[in-house]
C-alpha cells in the first residue's frame, strides 16, 4: 500500500564529504565523484520504501536479553 | 573405477562404497587430488590447497573405518570449504588482500562439525571479495572460471564452491549465501545448493557480511547429498546468537515420500518479469514435470516483491559497511574498488535509512507469510541467465541490458530477506550449453518439503548427471 507524496531526499558533495567526516572517511574528490551517483542511488531506493505503509511495523531486529 | 568416474561420484554412493571398505579414503583423496592438478589451472576454484594435510587426513580416515570406526556418510568425503570459514591453522583470506595472512585459531563451528564427522578437507575456495558480489572474478586471487565455459563467471560471491563441485575437485563445499550466494554460483555451474532458514546453520567463525541476513549452505551435486551434509552442520550453535534451538533432524528421512498434492506456487509477477527466454521455458517445463509427479501448481500474486531490491541494499550495506568500517578508514586502497564502493556506500547511510529497511523487512516478510499459507512451495528460475562472460558488467537479458550484479541476485534476494529455505538445482541448459536453475522456496524450518520436491524432479530427470566439458 502506498501513503501520500512525499519530498524526494537528494545529497550535494558537500552532503557527502560531512557524512564521510563524521564517519571519519576520508574521501578525494575523485571518490566523491565515484560515491556521488551511489549516494543518489541509495537515497532514491529509500524514497522507494517512503512510500511503504509501515505504520506498526517494527524493524526485523530482535534483541533477546538472556540469548535465549 | 576410473579416477574421474571416483571423482563424479555422489557423496551417498561413495560412502556406500567406503562404508563397504570397497574404496578407501586414501584412493578417493588421490583421485581428487589428481583431478585438481589436472583441472584448477583452468578453474582457479582454490585459493589454498591442502595437498599434504588432506592426504593426512585420508590416512587417519582409512584407519579408523579399518578399525571399525566409521562415522557415518561424510567420513572420508573430499569437501571444499570457502575462504571465510575460519580453519584452524590454515589461511583464511576472505577473498582478500586485508586478510591475505589470517590464521584463525579457532575452527567455525561448520568446520568443527564436518571435522568430526570425518569429513575431508581439500582445501579453502575462492570467493568473491569479503562476499560483496555476485561474479568471484576476484583481483587478488584470480577470477573464478565456470566449468562449463571457462571464459564466463561461476557466479558469486562462493563462485569456488560452484566451480569444485561441478568439476568433480570436491564432492561437496560449503558456502555462504547473503543475498543468493550459495544459490547463484550453484545455479551457473550447474550443481545443487541450498540455503537453509536463517538460524539453522551455525555462523560461529563465518567473517560476516550483513548479521541480519548471513546463511551457510551446502553445495553438491544432487540433492540427498545436500541432505547429508545439512544432517551434519545443522543444530544449534550456542556461539551465534542468531542460531535457532530447534532440535536437529534427519533430512533425508523424507526424500523419497514423493510430492503428491503438494502444493506449489509460481510468482509470475517479478520472478519471470526479466528473465532470458530460455531459462523461462526449461523453468516452465520443470513445473510441468512436477505437476506429473503429483504436485498441484498454482500461479500466486507477489507484489511485494519489487521491493526486494532497495529493502535488501538498504540492510546489506550499512551492516557491512560497520564490519569494515576500520578497514575502510586505515586500508581503503587495499579493496577491490566495486567492493570498496559499495562498503562507502553503505557508510554513507543514515540510521534511519537502515532502520527503515529493516521496518520495510518485516513488512515483506509479513506479506509473504501470506503468500506461503496458500502454498507449501514457490518455484521460480534462481538466475536470470546463463553465466555471463568474465569481466562483463552488464548482460543481456530480453530486449535490454543490465548490471551482472542486480541481476543475478534479483531472484535469490528475496528468500534471504524472509529467511526461509530456497533450493536451487539444474533444470536444463540454455543453447550455449550453460547450466539453467530451478529455485524452490518454502516455509521457515521446512527445508524437508524443499528437498523431498527437489529430488523428486531430480529423480525424474537427468540434468544433475552431466559433466562438464573439462
Known sequence: MEVGKVAEPNISRDGIRALADMAGLELTEDRLDVLLPEVRKALESRAQLDRLDLENVEPAVVFEPAGE | ?470
Open chain 2, 1 to 470: 573405477m576410473q579416477a574421474d568416474d571416483i571423482c563424479f561420484l555422489s557423496i551417498s554412493k561413495a560412502a556406500k562404497l567406503l562404508s563397504d571398505k570397497e574404496v578407501s579414503p586414501v584412493e578417493l583423496v588421490s583421485a581428487h587430488l589428481e583431478r585438481i592438478g589436472e583441472t584448477d589451472g583452468r578453474l582457479n576454484s582454490f585459493i589454498t590447497l591442502l595437498e599434504d594435510e588432506s592426504m593426512a587426513a585420508a590416512r587417519a580416515a582409512e584407519a579408523d573405518i579399518v578399525s571399525g570406526g566409521y562415522r557415518g556418510p561424510l567420513h572420508g568425503i573430499p569437501i571444499g570449504l570457502k575462504d571465510l570459514f575460519y580453519t584452524r591453522g590454515v589461511r583464511t583470506t576472505v577473498g582478500s588482500k586485508i586478510m591475505g595472512d589470517f590464521v584463525p585459531d579457532e575452527d567455525a563451528t561448520v568446520t568443527q562439525r564436518l571435522n568430526e564427522a570425518g569429513a575431508i578437507l581439500m582445501g579453502k575456495l575462492q570467493m568473491h571479495e569479503f562476499a560483496l558480489g555476485a561474479t568471484s572474478a576476484n583481483p587478488h586471487y584470480g577470477p573464478a572460471h565456470n566449468p562449463w565455459d571457462t571464459e564466463r563467471i561461476t557466479g558469486g560471491s562462493s563462485g569456488g564452491s560452484g566451480s569444485s563441485v561441478a568439476s568433480g575437485q570436491c564432492m561437496g563445499a560449503l558456502g555462504s549465501d547473503t543475498g543468493g550466494s550459495v544459490r547463484i554460483p550453484a545455479a551457473l555451474c550447474g550443481i545443487v545448493g541450498l540455503k537453509p532458514t536463517f538460524g539453522r546453520v551455525g555462523r560461529f567463525g563465518v567473517f560476516p557480511f550483513s548479521w541480519s541476513l548471513d546463511t551457510v549452505g551446502p553445495m553438491c551435486r544432487t540433492v540427498r547429498d545436500v541432505a547429508l551434509m545439512l544432517n551434519v552442520i545443522a543444530g544449534h550453535d550456542p556461539r551465534d546468537p542468531s542460531s535457532s534451538r530447534r532440535p536437529p533432524e534427519d533430512f533425508t528421512a523424507t526424500l523419497e515420500q514423493g510430492i503428491d498434492g503438494t502444493r506449489i506456487g509460481i510468482p509470475r509477477e517479478f520472478f519471470f518479469d526479466v528473465l532470458d527466454s530460455e531459462v523461462a521455458d526449461a523453468v516452465s517445463r520443470a513445473a510441468g514435470v512436477l505437476e506429473g509427479l503429483g504436485a498441484s501448481v498454482e500461479e500466486v500474486a507477489v507484489p511485494m516483491a519489487a521491493q526486494s531490491v532497495p529493502i535488501s541494499q538498504g540492510v546489506i550495506l550499512p551492516e557491512g559497511a560497520e564490519v569494515h568500517l576500520d578497514n575502510l578508514r586505515r586500508r581503503a586502497e587495499e579493496f577491490d574498488p566495486v567492493v570498496r564502493t559499495r562498503l562507502e556506500t553503505g557508510v554513507l547511510s543514515t540510521a534511519t535509512q537502515y532502520l527503515k529497511a529493516q521496518r520495510a523487512r518485516t513488512w515483506f516478510n509479513q506479506q509473504m507469510t501470506r503468500v506461503m499459507e496458500g502454498v507449501d512451495v514457490l518455484l521460480t528460475p534462481t538466475a536470470p541467465i546463463g553465466a555471463p562472460k568474465i569481466g562483463d558488467e552488464m548482460a543481456a537479458v530480453g530486449d535490454g541490458r543490465e548490471p551482472v550484479l542486480t541481476l543475478l541476485s534479483r531472484l535469490t534476494r528475496p528468500f534471504n530477506l524472509c529467511g526461509v529455505p530456497a533450493v536451487t538445482l539444474p533444470c536444463g541448459f540454455t543453447s550455449a550449453g550453460l547450466p539453467i536453475g530451478l529455485q524452490l522456496a518454502g516455509r521457515p524450518f521446512d527445508e524437508a518439503t524443499v528437498l523431498r520436491l527437489a529430488h523428486a524432479y531430480e529423480q525424474a530427470t537427468e540434468w544433475h548427471e552431466r559433466r562438464p566439458p573439462l
